[in-house]
């Protein structure tokens, strides 16, 4: 018979689909019932923002919070300058310092957004293993740390072992990557009493490894959680759309575009999502996952104002909704779609609308928008183009003009004040 947690951040991992693994459910679950149990996921500093990908985990610390514990965030000063190459084909590429400061005050933006960070003893706190890893003195780490190791069990986890079968190059920096990551569970045992790490199912041969060097070291039971590696309902990469990675910060990504994202779900995916990504009971879920039809488009709308106010306020999913019904049901221009915004200069005498669509991000290249528009796909202003070798002058983009890829995507292009 499956565990019937005691503890209520536990009953939130199973009930709304967090869950995939767990090293040892009832030892954990009296371990959240003793009180306050720090716990802690890793996130490596390799762009100025997360995206979609990581909102999972993002949304775990938030519940281990909400239900009463403490969320570490740890993010891998130390070991971005490493990579992870867990089910990767080939090496990170590697950043310097001063990109890796930037990109971790990036991303700590996101994570304002979610957890309440301070000095309480539930508050949450950003962490960055750079302090204990940068200093390490590289002989007294083998001998103290390096010996708990086994290189015939490290060859055999899955993340590394996909590499090597592919015959594809695993240098030893990267293979250092799981002893520095068990490592950082230690310290943070040290430092915090943490005994849980969390993070995608990936990861689970790393966390094992932690968790085998706190008992080895300390003699302490520690704990790992693993959440299920997501895909959309037509296989697609949870956090990839046709125009890049959804990313969280808007600074990468527009309030609107990110909106539309979440409208554009697949019916099948609309209960998995509003359970994972919102904060609406179980039951709402439910109800709104079973609406068929037409109906299913408000249950669709309903999970991008939650997930978008979530990430970046009630005003900007209101706004982004608003858009979004001008847009769509009134035929209007829309005040939030993303714009560009073109000097004198770059107009010259004229500027054709195939470059239009590349600069506006509605396409990738002017191949793909003279095919867009040979296949009538392409709008302005919501007329037809027929015409690839159609210009605009400065004089017309003084009035914002609409660019449509499509029913679903837009951009708005004027001249710069």
């Given at each position: 018979?499956?565990?019937?947690?005691?503890?209520?951040?536990?009953?939130?991992?199973?009930?709304?689909?967090?869950?995939a693994?767990?090293?040892?459910?009832e030892?954990?679950?009296?371990?959240?019932?003793?009180?306050?149990?720090?716990?802690?996921?890793?996130?490596?500093?390799?762009?100025?923002?997360?995206?979609?990908?990581?909102?999972?985990?993002?949304?775990?610390?938030?519940?281990?919070?909400?239900?009463?514990?403490?969320?570490?965030?740890?993010?891998?000063?130390?070991?971005?300058?490493?990579?992870?190459?867990?089910?990767?084909?080939?090496?990170?590429?590697?950043?310097?310092?001063?990109?890796?400061?930037?990109?971790?005050?990036?991303?700590?933006?996101?994570?304002?957004?979610?957890?309440?960070?301070?000095?309480?003893?539930?508050?949450?706190?950003?962490?960055?293993?750079?302090?204990?890893?940068?200093?390490?003195?590289?002989?007294?780490?083998?001998?103290?740390?390096?010996?708990?190791?086994?290189?015939?069990?490290?060859l055999?986890?899955?993340?590394?072992?996909?590499?090597?079968?592919?015959?594809?190059?695993?240098?030893?920096?990267?293979?250092?990557?799981?002893?520095?990551?068990?490592?950082?569970?230690?310290?943070?045992?040290?430092?915090?009493?943490?005994?849980?790490?969390?993070?995608?199912?990936?990861?689970?041969?790393?966390?094992?490894?932690?968790?085998?060097?706190?008992?080895?070291?300390?003699?302490?039971?520690?704990?790992?959680?693993?959440?299920p590696?997501?895909?959309?309902?037509?296989?697609?990469?949870?956090?990839?759309?046709?125009?890049?990675?959804?990313?969280?910060?808007?600074?990468?990504l527009?309030?609107?575009e990110?909106?539309?994202?979440?409208?554009?779900?697949?019916?099948?995916?609309?209960?998995?999502?509003?359970?994972?990504?919102?904060?609406?009971?179980?039951?709402e879920?439910?109800?709104?996952?079973?609406?068929?039809?037409?109906?299913?488009?408000?249950?669709?709308?309903?999970?991008?104002?939650?997930?978008?106010?979530?990430?970046?306020?009630?005003?900007?999913?209101?706004?982004?909704?608003?858009?979004?019904?001008?847009?769509?049901?009134?035929?209007?221009?829309?005040?939030e779609?993303?714009?560009?915004?073109?000097?004198?200069e770059?107009?010259?005498?004229?500027?054709?609308?195939?470059?239009?669509?590349?600069?506006?991000?509605?396409?990738?290249?002017?191949?793909?928008?003279?095919?867009?528009?040979?296949?009538?796909g392409?709008?302005?202003?919501?007329?037809?183009?027929?015409?690839?070798?159609?210009?605009?002058?400065?004089?017309?983009?003084?009035?914002?003009?609409?660019?449509?890829?499509?029913?679903?995507?837009?951009?708005?292009?004027?001249?710069?004040?």
């Amino acid at each position: 018979m499956p565990h019937k947690p005691k503890s209520e951040f536990l009953e939130v991992m199973i009930a709304r689909g967090f869950m995939a693994d767990c090293t040892d459910i009832e030892g954990l679950d009296e371990a959240l019932m003793e009180g306050i149990l720090p716990g802690y996921i890793g996130f490596d500093a390799t762009a100025p923002s997360l995206h979609v990908g990581s909102l999972i985990q993002i949304m775990m610390l938030r519940w281990l919070q909400k239900t009463g514990h403490k969320p570490l965030v740890l993010m891998g000063g130390g070991t971005t300058k490493i990579g992870d190459p867990s089910f990767r084909a080939e090496e990170r590429p590697l950043l310097s310092e001063e990109q890796i400061a930037a990109n971790i005050a990036g991303i700590r933006k996101v994570f304002d957004r979610y957890l309440t960070f301070g000095e309480g003893r539930r508050d949450a706190l950003m962490l960055n293993n750079a302090e204990w890893l940068d200093n390490l003195n590289y002989l007294e780490f083998l001998r103290d740390i390096g010996r708990y190791f086994s290189v015939n069990r490290m060859l055999s986890f899955e993340s590394v072992k996909s590499r090597l079968d592919r015959e594809q190059s695993l240098s030893f920096l990267e293979f250092n990557y799981m002893i520095l990551q068990a490592y950082d569970f230690l310290e943070l045992y040290r430092r915090y009493g943490c005994r849980l790490q969390m993070g995608g199912s990936d990861q689970w041969g790393n966390i094992i490894n932690g968790i085998d060097l706190i008992r080895r070291v300390e003699g302490v039971e520690a704990f790992g959680l693993t959440s299920p590696l997501l895909t959309t309902a037509d296989g697609k990469k949870m956090g990839k759309s046709e125009r890049g990675a959804i990313w969280l910060n808007p600074e990468m990504l527009s309030p609107y575009e990110f909106w539309q994202f979440w409208r554009n779900t697949a019916d099948a995916d609309v209960e998995r999502f509003l359970k994972l990504y919102t904060e609406l009971p179980i039951e709402e879920c439910e109800r709104l996952g079973r609406l068929q039809g037409s109906a299913i488009n408000e249950a669709k709308i309903v999970l991008a104002n939650e997930v978008t106010t979530l990430a970046h306020g009630a005003e900007a999913a209101a706004a982004a909704e608003a858009t979004a019904r001008e847009v769509f049901e009134k035929g209007g221009v829309g005040a939030e779609l993303p714009t560009l915004e073109l000097s004198p200069e770059e107009i010259g005498d004229g500027i054709s609308v195939v470059q239009l669509f590349v600069r506006s991000g509605l396409v990738k290249s002017g191949k793909e928008a003279k095919r867009l528009i040979a296949e009538h796909g392409a709008r302005l202003d919501d007329a037809p183009v027929t015409d690839p070798g159609l210009m605009l002058d400065a004089e017309r983009l003084k009035t914002p003009v609409k660019l449509s890829a499509g029913r679903k995507r837009h951009a708005l292009v004027r001249l710069a004040k």
